[in-house]
């Protein structure tokens, strides 16, 4: 047998050949060649030979625009193609652990281990059952500039992994001639519709594959364990931001938000159709032959077709109701149970198993809604909107002018009543109250509504009395929805105890977080980050968890975490499924919420596979936290690392505060350009274009560090550990998962940047501004060392497979980046940004680098 890594090798060197063939067809013999000098003069500068990097960089500057866009695309398409084919060895490798695992030997982070992991705790298999049935994983799914294809290209990828299955050379060598021919660059900035399309796909798609198959190993495992079958359901669901997320998005109007609403339904319904008309066809059973329940026999009245097949009419009667769209998810899981237990009575268990399982997880997980929209709005909006609602109801005439503690009391008061405020016939003035209230109107289907820069009650309680005015809120009633709260900022999270705390004195969210079971609060990672720094934020993330779960405890109500980590290390990004294992202990209940986004979904969810890889991984570690598991960090340890996270924020803070440093970083990275390039739906700037990070998006933030291989959000600040005793360092690395995990991520930033390459950069900014770069410099080769040193290993030393990738990557991005330069000094140029060409041959060039990192930020 043919080991994984020589398929590899294999299918990159085949595709590699087949680029070089439609490169030669497309572009002509004369390009090829420059592709193949720029490659291997790109081969020897990475091992040493100067001269090589010099002559590239001179070959670099003779290019035509046409040239630099052209070679720019032949090497992201590489990428694509590489990816896909990594993709592909990760699956084979998936196969090959998953066919040697036994109980003797379970595969980590499997469910065979997880049935042992809940057996060894003393749970019988009853227990074990009720346990994962309460479970409640929500991934929900937002939009970012950093998935940065387009669809097409991916329907191109998607369909190369089939000839690639099917061996069809001749189809494959199409295949990879029309997606070099493709264009990558979309025309225009994509609008928030193309965002809803592009971010739900995977979700109809390989997700619709992969969630039976996770219920159905979760079930397998337990059998194996415990010698019987359990009866399990989905416990992953699915939630969208896209098209309902409004802070600092002006084109998320209410009108968007309809058509995120209708566009889930629609495509959920055609889903499910197809399912009940796949059992229209298979049920064909025939009650002369077998016994049918009363429910069944009746479920299918007033169905003229299929006489004497019973189970074919109760289906067809329910694809008539849903077609209509009278059908609810309850009813259609109701009718399933219902013809379930008909079937297993007559001994056909396996037929319910086979035909009507699958379609019981799907419902489970998606439900008619697919994936319920999130609401997403600034506090200030909010509150603006409120302001002008109880002026023109006549309750305040500056509502905005009161302290926050009287806004709280003042709308606590006028909650006790279920009356509307907006007089008959009165029509918002303001946008703030129009959209707010236009936006409620066009949610259908409702997942929680989340209030970012949450400060003080009041921001959450004008939610209620803007849900009140569109009749969702009646005086001591949960609203229909969860009402979250978003800690980002530093500060914020610090707060983030005391506002939950007098958020649960307040009568009126009481009674609500009563009503639902608990609350959810959302924690930020990018702005913490961005505020703060990578430790400090990492630390205070840890903190602000404890903190508020203790504050659940004492009014006997749950705190549910949602988990807003992005794709890149520095937004917590990484092994979500550790990430999840290195959470405070007794944080974590039955509920917990992550988003999803950019790169990651594609890395995840592009093959039904490691989809349910990735998901297993996430449930093995959340089903074992639920339980209470984790480590509580020695006194010590948290001491040291509260003045390390100190200190980090410390040499962060000042590196940003230093004047001539936002210079320094707008001419070093591409953050302009990012801006002004169709890229996302979302501006890259808070409130146009400014002189300050503060107002600088957090994504954005890393993704233009990204580009340049520096990647500073991810480690910059971490030389504050040397003030800390190494001993104590390497103890608190073997025993405290969180600070494993967070040291671990800082080493995967430190691994795919490249001092190397940073350095090309400096051409584009001024000499005066140099030293900021030589700074960062000392402090990358300090925090490298640092980590090895507390390591006792390399900085990739349990990570063997990405630091293989980033040795074999990188020859291949760097002419993507010494192009990049290049452009950029052209496009800075007087005339630079009036040159359409231009702007589309750095546009690939940023595509290009995210491609060949796999991480865009």
């Known amino acids: 047998m043919t080991e994984p890594f020589e398929l590899l090798k294999a299918e990159v060197d085949l595709l590699g050949r087949l680029l070089g063939e439609a490169i030669k067809r497309v572009s002509g013999e004369r390009f090829f060649a420059l592709v193949e000098e720029v490659r291997l003069l790109s081969k020897a500068r990475r091992q040493g030979d100067e001269g090589a990097g010099e002559a590239l960089l001179r070959r670099v500057e003779t290019l035509s625009t046409e040239e630099a866009e052209a070679l720019v695309r032949a090497f992201t398409h590489y990428f694509h193609l590489v990816n896909l084919a990594e993709e592909r060895h990760r699956v084979r490798v998936n196969r090959v652990r998953a066919q040697a695992e036994t109980p003797e030997n379970p595969r980590p982070e499997g469910f065979l281990a997880l049935a042992q992991a809940l057996k060894a705790r003393g749970l019988s298999l009853e227990e074990a059952e009720a346990h994962l049935n309460r479970l409640e994983l929500y991934l929900t799914f937002t939009a970012h500039p950093t998935e ?10 998607e369909a190369l992994q089939t000839e690639l299955e099917e061996g069809d050379r001749t189809r494959l060598e199409a295949r990879v001639a029309l997606l070099y021919a493709t264009e990558e660059v979309r025309k225009a900035r ?9 971010g739900l796909y995977y979700l109809p798609t390989t997700l619709w594959r992969a969630i039976p198959k996770v219920v159905e190993g979760l079930e397998a495992a337990l059998e194996r364990v415990y010698g019987k079958r359990p009866r399990l359901r989905s416990p992953v669901r699915f939630r969208s931001w896209i098209g309902g997320d409004r802070d600092g998005n002006p084109f998320v109007t209410p009108e968007v938000t309809r058509f995120a609403a209708r566009y889930a339904r629609e495509v959920a319904r055609g889903k499910f159709l197809q399912e009940l008309e796949n059992l229209v066809r298979d049920l064909s059973l025939s009650e002369a032959k077998v016994p049918v329940p009363r429910e069944v026999r009746e479920g299918g009245e007033g169905v003229e077709r299929f006489p004497g097949e019973p189970y074919r009419r109760f289906f067809a009667r329910l694809y008539q109701r849903l077609e209509r769209d009278e059908a609810t998810t309850e009813e259609l899981l109701s009718a399933l149970r219902v013809a379930e237990g008909g079937l297993r009575a007559v001994g056909l268990g396996g037929v319910a198993a086979s035909f009507l399982r699958p379609l019981e997880a799907r419902l489970t997980a998606f439900g008619l809604e697919l994936a319920p929209l999130d609401l997403r709005e600034e506090s200030g909006k909010l509150l603006l909107a409120a302001a002008e609602l109880l002026r023109l109801g006549g309750v305040h005439p500056d509502f905005l002018s009161l302290s926050p503690e009287a806004q709280e009391a003042l709308l606590t008061e006028e909650l006790k009543t279920a009356r509307p405020l907006l007089p008959v016939g009165e029509k918002p003035r303001e946008e703030a109250l129009r959209v707010a209230l236009a936006a409620f109107q066009a949610w259908r289907d409702k997942g929680a509504h989340v209030v970012s820069m949450t400060h003080h009650p009041a921001d959450l309680l004008s939610v209620f009395l803007l849900a009140r005015e569109v009749g969702l809120y009646r005086p001591g009633k949960p609203l229909p929805f969860d009402v979250v709260p978003l ?15 007098r958020l649960l004195e307040n009568p009126v969210f009481l009674a609500h977080a009563r009503g639902r079971g608990g609350v959810e609060v959302m924690i930020g990672y990018s702005d913490s980050n961005k505020d703060a720094g990578f430790l400090m934020a990492n630390l205070a993330l840890y903190e602000a968890q404890e903190a508020l779960s203790r504050v659940g405890e004492e009014r006997g109500l749950p705190v549910h975490f949602f988990h807003g980590r992005g794709t890149s290390t520095a937004r917590g990004g990484g092994p979500a499924g550790r990430a999840i294992a290195s959470l405070p202990p007794r944080s974590v209940g039955r509920r917990l919420r992550l988003t999803e986004q950019g790169e990651a979904l594609a890395d995840r969810y592009s093959h039904p596979e490691l989809a349910v890889r990735h998901l297993e991984q996430l449930l093995f570690h959340f089903a074992q936290a639920a339980l209470g598991d984790g480590v509580e960090p020695k006194p010590p340890w948290r001491e040291a690392l509260s003045w390390a996270g100190e200190e980090s924020m410390a040499r962060y803070r000042a590196l940003l505060a230093e004047e001539g440093f936002f210079p320094f970083f707008e001419a070093l990275t591409p953050i302009r350009e990012i801006g002004e390039l169709p890229i996302a739906s979302r501006p890259v700037y808070r409130h146009g274009r400014v002189r300050d990070i503060k107002d600088l998006r957090a994504i954005p933030w ?13 480690w910059y600040g971490l030389s504050a550990l ?12 073997r025993g405290w998962p969180f600070f494993a995990t967070t040291l671990e991520s800082a080493a995967m930033a430190l691994a795919k940047a490249d001092l190397g390459v940073a350095r090309l950069y400096l051409r584009l900014v001024p000499e005066e501004l140099h030293p900021f770069f030589h700074r960062i410099a000392e402090e990358y080769l300090r925090t490298r060392e640092l980590l090895e040193a507390i390591f006792q290993a390399p900085l990739l030393h349990n990570q063997k497979t990405l630091e ?11 002419p993507i980046n010494i192009v990049q330069v290049e452009l950029l000094r052209r496009y800075r140029a007087p005339g630079g940004r009036e040159d359409e060409a231009l702007k589309k041959a750095l546009l690939l060039s940023i595509l290009g680098v995210a491609a060949g990192l796999r991480n865009a930020g």
């Not at 890393?702 to 991810?714: D, E, F, K, N, S």
């Not at 040397?722 to 690395?733: A, D, I, K, N, V």
């Open 190 to 198: 994509p609008s928030v519709e193309d965002e809803i399309k592009g």
């Open 804 to 814: 293989r990738q980033t040795a074999l990557r990188n020859p291949y991005v760097d």
């Open 148 to 157: 940065t294809r387009r669809r097409t290209l991916r329907h191109h990828l």
């Open 722 to 733: 040397e003030g800390l005793p190494l001993e104590l360092l390497r103890e608190m690395y």
């Open 487 to 501: 800690f980002e900022t530093l500060e914020d999270l610090r707060r983030a105890p005391s506002v939950l705390r």
């Open 702 to 714: 890393v993704m233009a560090w990204t580009q340049v291989r520096l990647l500073l959000p991810g």
